[in-house]
């Protein structure tokens, strides 16, 4: 959930795969992940990361699919709100 919700906020196109109802994709996930079902598993063309970072993701994408990154549009700065006592 974490990795889905930074993703999202990078604006690169993610599709997710339930590999519990894809029998391919979960064959997929086990060859890239040693033989384990490990989710996320995220892939850019046949590159696979297993349970990544958003930057490693982030990384990959530039390298393997620079095409798919729109730098055009600043990043929001995120900002942490200390909670007051």
């Known amino acids: 959930m974490a990795l889905r919700r930074r993703l999202r906020r ?3 196109p993610v599709q997710e795969v339930n590999i519990w109802e894809d ?3 979960a064959a997929r996930v086990r ?3 040693d033989g384990n079902e490990t989710v996320p ?3 850019v063309g046949q590159q696979a990361l297993v349970n990544p970072g958003v930057k490693q993701v982030e ?4 390298r393997a699919a620079p095409h798919l990154i ?3 549009h600043p990043k929001p700065v995120r900002r942490r709100i200390w909670p007051f006592r």
């Open 10 to 12: 990078t604006g690169i």
């Open 23 to 25: 029998p391919d994709a």
């Open 31 to 33: 060859g890239a992940a």
């Open 41 to 43: 598993t995220v892939f």
């Open 59 to 62: 990384a990959l994408v530039r």
């Open 70 to 72: 729109d730098d055009s």
